[in-house]
């Protein structure tokens, strides 16, 4: 593949997204990762659309951040299962992108996200491409990400053990962020933040990794939203049919009132009585 093309004056330049690969010839894991991507991204994007009002964010999934021209092209690119960047356009000259290049985009992600499906070594390699030997063709992972990448945060899910790191870069190297009473991970610039909530979704039970906000109410996907906006319509409409009841058993009491009333005023008439002298 040709990872350089002539511009009319003849100058080389670098690939972009349209002409770099966009799949390594990998699939997915596991079935949880694609569910657990789309989890991340529709809680998330009522936030991101009130961070970026004009719409000017992207997320990937699962998709490759080139950073490095190779032979083979995927040999300088990582594919995190999740990232976001802010403040780039979400598409390219009106395409979606193939991938995320840093040559042609240069802002890096605020926080890319890995789902280990292994021991958690690959994404936590420090290895550097200064070390690489011919039975080594790339990097650590982890290096990658904070030496080059540089997410401001890298995150590292392990559904098997329930648990997730976060580091966050600080001077040109990543620190483990401490976890908050909460048990979750503050992403301050994003007013969010990351940890494990066990529950279905879908219809598997796992402790899956969620977004809670700053107060620590958890960011509800649009399904969601819209069970609890079914909930509170037919809470709000047995509300309506109790108060029908009760009006209904109002008026009953009401009209038993006023024939007791009648049968009252029949009896005293009987006997000689106006009872409306009483």
């Known amino acids: 593949m040709t990872i350089a093309k002539s511009s009319p004056l003849g100058i ?8 770099l690969p966009d799949s390594d010839g990998t699939f997915v894991k596991n079935f ?16 991101l659309e009130q961070l970026h009002p004009d719409g000017q964010y992207a997320i990937g999934q699962d998709c490759g951040i080139y950073w490095r021209l ?29 991938s995320y290049v840093l040559w042609q985009e240069f802002i890096p992600p605020l926080i890319a996200i890995e789902f280990v499906s292994g021991d958690g070594s690959e994404e936590r390699d420090r290895t550097p491409l200064s070390q690489m030997g011919q039975d080594r063709q790339k990097p650590g992972k982890f290096w990658v990400y904070e030496q080059v990448i540089r997410p401001g945060f890298y995150a590292i899910y392990e559904v ?11 001077e040109n190297h990543y620190e483990l962020v401490r976890a908050n009473k909460r048990g979750h991970y503050p992403i301050e610039p994003m007013g969010v933040e990351l940890g ?8 598997v039970e796992l402790p899956w990794l969620r977004w809670w906000d700053s107060a620590g109410n958890l960011l509800l996907t ?4 819209a069970v ?12 309506v049919e109790q108060a029908e009841i009760e009006l209904q058993q109002e008026r009953q009491r009401a009209e038993a009132e006023r024939q007791r ?13 106006n009872p409306d002298e009483f």
């Open 12 to 19: 080389t330049s670098l690939p972009d997204h349209t002409q």
């Open 222 to 225: 649009g399904e969601e939203r």
């Open 228 to 239: 609890i906006e079914r909930q509170r319509a037919e809470q709000a409409e047995q509300r």
């Open 196 to 203: 494990i909530w066990q529950g279905c979704y879908g219809n």
């Open 70 to 98: 190779t032979d083979p092209p995927e040999r300088g690119a990582e594919c995190p299962d999740w990232f976001y960047v802010a403040n780039v356009p979400p598409s390219l000259d009106g395409q979606f992108r193939r």
């Open 32 to 47: 949880q990762e694609h569910p657990q991507s789309i989890l991340l991204t529709d809680s998330i994007k009522p936030t």
């Open 160 to 170: 098997q053990r329930a648990s997730v790191e976060v580091y966050h870069l600080i």
């Open 261 to 273: 009333a009648e049968r009252l005023a029949e009896l005293l008439r009987a006997q000689g009585i």
